[in-house]
């Protein structure tokens, strides 16, 4: 059974940093892009940043370009998100999910299989 248990939420200033960190288990870690999603009150779930299985490619949401990074452990089957410099905007719940096996890097969220529960990011203004 496939799981991905996110964690590293919490509540930060503006300015502040945070990184949040997936761990996954169930699969073959590393034949899987890894990506972070957003879901703030009221509004549809928004990509934000994902890792391709080869952790060759990257791709962000332009409005976390130069602040977030997206990095992997295929050894501890574990995905990271460094958020810096936050803003009250990038409140929300943050998931991790995993795309199909072996495929391109996406930001579409219909294109991974598997998602965590979650993990509340609070920006204070």
């Known amino acids: 059974q496939v799981q991905l248990v996110e964690s590293g939420g919490g509540l930060v200033q503006a300015g502040g940093s945070l990184r949040l960190s997936c761990a996954a288990s169930?699969?073959?870690?590393?034949?899987?892009?890894m990506g972070w999603f957003r879901q703030a009150p009221g509004k549809e779930r928004e990509f934000v940043a994902a890792?391709?299985?080869?952790?060759?490619?990257?791709l962000y949401v332009d409005s976390v370009k130069g602040r977030f990074i997206i990095s992997r452990d295929n050894a501890k089957n574990t995905v990271y998100l460094q958020m810096n410099s936050l803003k009250p905007e990038d409140t929300a719940v943050y998931y991790c999910?995993?795309?199909?096996?072996?495929?391109?890097?996406?930001?579409?969220?219909?294109?991974?299989?598997?998602w965590g529960q979650g993990t509340q990011v609070t920006v204070s203004s």
């Open positions: 999910a995993a795309q199909k096996p072996f495929t391109v890097v996406q930001s579409t969220p219909s294109l991974y299989d598997y």
């Open positions: 169930g699969l073959i870690f590393s034949r899987y892009g």
């Open positions: 890792r391709g299985w080869s952790s060759s490619s990257t």
